[in-house]
């Protein structure tokens, strides 16, 4: 009985944070009711309360439903002085990149997030969230641009404040671009590309240009 009340309880949570995604992203945030939402979900707004504080408390659950997987791709960088920062820093980069472009479900929440949400007072605590998420990401971002210039014995071209939230804002830059045009360009490419130029001016990765050219295509020019 007791397992069956917690599963019909989540499974009500569950329902709440669907049609509270849905309508968020039809309407806009601010002009979405609490009301509406349990109507969609089939439930009263009571329900709502029982699991969430308020709007903001619902939509923050909302979005770690999709963001958690995320942020833990970059939970852990540069915590390990074996490992190497800069292709950890990269995938990660690269599994974030894939999961907005290839996942409708987190696409759409990115898109409420960006184009859908107001900051006002009712929404104070969703903004509180957002700093809070985006100073952790500067955080272990930069933890991992220092260990890696630490392991390649240089310093960065850049101060490491500078170097991590431009990082940063490229990043979430090209996700803002890519989802008012997801036709564009592809997410994924132009921002593993766009990455690797970033940590090549740091001075984090070699200039494939200086490199010397591979055996075989030195040899395809010499034979012409």
Same mark, same amino acid.
């Given at each position: 009985?007791?397992?069956?009340?917690?599963?019909?309880?989540?499974?009500?949570?569950?329902?709440? !944070?669907?049609? %509270?995604?849905?309508?968020?992203?039809?309407?806009?945030?601010?002009?979405?009711?609490?009301?509406?939402?349990?109507?969609? %979900?089939?439930?009263?707004?009571?329900?709502?309360?029982?699991?969430?504080?308020?709007?903001?408390? !619902?939509? /923050?659950?909302?979005?770690?439903?999709?963001?958690?997987?995320?942020?833990?791709?970059?939970?852990? &960088?540069?915590? /390990? +002085?074996?490992?190497?920062?800069?292709?950890?820093?990269?995938?990660?980069?690269?599994?974030?990149? &894939?999961?907005?472009?290839?996942?409708?479900?987190?696409?759409?929440?990115?898109?409420?997030?960006?184009?859908?949400?107001?900051?006002?007072?009712?929404?104070?605590?969703?903004?509180?969230?957002?700093?809070?998420?985006? #100073?952790?990401?500067?955080?272990?971002?930069?933890?991992?641009? #220092?260990?890696?210039?630490?392991?390649?014995?240089?310093?960065?071209? &850049? +101060?490491?404040?500078?170097?991590?939230?431009?990082?940063?804002?490229?990043?979430?830059?090209?996700?803002? /671009?890519?989802?008012?045009?997801?036709?564009?360009?592809?997410?994924?490419?132009?921002?593993?590309?766009?990455?690797?130029?970033? !940590?090549?001016? &740091?001075?984090?990765?070699?200039?494939?240009?200086?490199?010397?050219?591979?055996?075989?295509?030195?040899?395809?020019?010499?034979?012409?």
């Amino acid at each position: 009985m007791v397992r069956r009340t917690k599963e019909a309880a989540q499974h009500t949570r569950s329902q709440l !944070l669907d049609a %509270a995604e849905q309508l968020f992203h039809a309407q806009g945030v601010s002009r979405t009711s609490l009301q509406e939402i349990a109507a969609a %979900a089939g439930t009263t707004r009571g329900a709502i309360y029982w699991h969430f504080k308020d709007k903001a408390d !619902l939509f /923050n659950a909302m979005m770690e439903r999709v963001t958690l997987p995320m942020e833990e791709t970059i939970q852990h &960088l540069g915590e /390990n +002085p074996r490992a190497d920062p800069v292709a950890e820093l990269r995938e990660s980069v690269r599994a974030a990149l &894939l999961l907005v472009r290839d996942d409708l479900q987190v696409r759409r929440v990115f898109e409420i997030a960006t184009h859908q949400v107001e900051y006002v007072e009712e929404l104070k605590a969703v903004k509180e969230r957002h700093l809070q998420c985006r #100073n952790d990401c500067l955080v272990k971002i930069e933890r991992g641009l #220092n260990q890696a210039a630490a392991q390649q014995k240089q310093g960065l071209s &850049l +101060p490491a404040p500078v170097a991590v939230h431009g990082l940063h804002g490229l990043v979430d830059g090209l996700i803002q /671009n890519w989802l008012l045009d997801v036709q564009a360009f592809d997410l994924v490419e132009y921002g593993c590309r766009s990455v690797d130029v970033y !940590l090549r001016g &740091l001075g984090l990765m070699p200039d494939l240009r200086s490199l010397p050219e591979p055996a075989e295509a030195l040899a395809e020019v010499l034979v012409e």
